[in-house]
């Protein structure tokens, strides 16, 4: 009498080629970069919505930047959980009052965002240019930043 099945070789032999294809797949998706790139857009995005919005203040406004953006080093902007009062450290840049008009709300880093700061930072320059930058990147060589 003949069993038909598989030998413990041959079942070895199948798990065995299984898993380099999955070890393949795996390496070449890699979702660690992937992650990355996602989160860097996102940054990129942010940085974008709150230079939009400032200058959207500033039109509403006659011209008039909000007036606690930092012209000398670049400040944190405050997060938006934070009651007015602990927004005050030295650097720190409160931009409340984009809320609820120009913002839906004050964005912040999607994955390092500290418990007082967004990990997005806002400067004026000399000439009345707003830089609005994300020092946190992942898989981008420097600074993500936008000048307007």
Do not use: W
Not at 57 to 65: E, H, M, P, S
Not at 88 to 113: E, F, H, K, W
Request: net charge negative.
């Amino acid at each position: 009498m003949v069993r038909a099945g598989f030998t413990l070789i041959e079942l070895l032999l199948v798990i065995g080629i299984i898993a380099i294809l999955a070890s393949i797949v795996i390496v070449a998706i890699n979702p660690t970069k992937q992650l990355g790139d996602a989160r860097d857009a996102q940054r990129r995005s942010d940085v974008n919505t709150v230079l939009n919005a400032v200058y959207q203040y500033a039109i509403d406004n006659n011209g008039t930047l909000p007036g606690n953006i930092p012209t000398s080093t670049a400040g944190e902007i405050c997060r938006e959980t934070l009651a007015p009062a602990t927004c005050t450290a030295a650097g720190d840049v409160n931009l409340r009052m984009l809320s609820g008009t120009y913002l839906v709300s004050i964005p912040t880093d999607p994955q390092y965002a500290t418990s007082t700061g967004s990990l997005y930072f806002i400067l004026q320059d000399s000439n009345g240019r707003i830089t609005v930058s994300a020092p946190a990147t992942e898989q981008a060589a420097s600074t993500i930043s936008v000048t307007r």
